[in-house]
C-alpha cells in the first residue's frame, strides 16, 4: 500500500507539471479566451483520472501478483 501512495505523490507532481506546461501553451493561445479556463481544466482531469486508474491498478497487480503466481503453480 505505501507504493500506491508513492505512485500517487508522482501522479500529483507530473499533474502540476503538466498544468505548467498547458497554461504555457494557452498563454501563446490567449487569443481565444473561451478555451483559457476549460481546456486545462478538462485536460488535466482527464490527465488525472487516467494516470489514478493506472497506479491502482498497477498496485493492485503488484500487491495481488504472488497470490497470481501461487495460484497458477
Request: net charge positive; glycine share 2%; aromatic share 28%.
Amino acid at each position: 500500500m505505501i507504493l500506491f501512495y508513492w505512485l500517487l505523490f508522482a501522479l500529483l507532481i507530473s499533474t502540476g507539471i503538466f498544468y505548467l506546461v498547458l497554461f504555457a501553451f494557452i498563454y501563446y493561445w490567449h487569443e481565444k479566451s473561451q478555451t483559457y479556463i476549460m481546456v486545462p481544466l478538462f485536460y488535466t482531469f482527464n490527465f488525472f483520472v487516467i494516470g489514478f486508474l493506472l497506479i491502482c491498478i498497477a498496485s493492485l497487480m503488484i500487491q495481488y501478483a504472488p497470490n497470481f503466481i501461487n495460484l497458477i503453480k
